[in-house]
Nanobody, 125 residues
Framework: QLQLVESGGGLVQPGGSLRLSCAAS????????IGWFRQPPGKERDWVSC????????AYADSVKGRFAISRENAKKTVYLQMNSLNPEDTAVYYC??????????????????WGQGTQVTVSS
């Protein structure tokens, strides 16, 4: 059974960078498409990015395009979200989620049956 654990969150100043990791256990990660979502305080969860099974296809929300980069290392069972030029509007709990790879990327949370517990990212001076 696939399990996901996020890490790498923390407090960063505006303009700074963080790299989030999503580590998988239980099964081979390459069988899954991975998405990143975030939930700002008091707001609904939003899709951020996704990557297909070998990383050949990636997609980003307009709000993070050009600043965030998603990647994966299947041998390490890990997907990364590199976040640059962070601003206070990026403050949120960030979640990674998985869906079977044959279903491709998706931007709706309901498409992903497996979720991690989340990691807090706070952008503040």
């Amino acid at each position: 059974q696939l399990q996901l654990v996020e890490s790498g969150g923390g407090l960063v100043q505006p303009g700074g960078s963080l790299r989030l990791s999503c580590a998988a256990s239980g099964v081979t990660l390459q069988y899954y498409t991975i998405g990143w979502f975030r939930q700002p305080p008091g707001k609904e969860r939003d899709w951020v990015s996704c990557i297909n099974l070998y990383g050949a296809y990636t997609a980003y929300a307009d709000s993070v395009k050009g600043r965030f980069a998603i990647s994966r290392e299947n041998a390490k069972k890990t997907v990364y979200l590199q976040m640059n030029s962070l601003n206070p509007e990026d403050t949120a709990v960030y979640y990674c989620a998985a869906r079977p790879s044959q279903q491709g990327c998706g931007s709706r949370g309901i498409m992903y049956p497996t979720w991690g517990q989340g990691t807090q990212v706070t952008v503040s001076s």
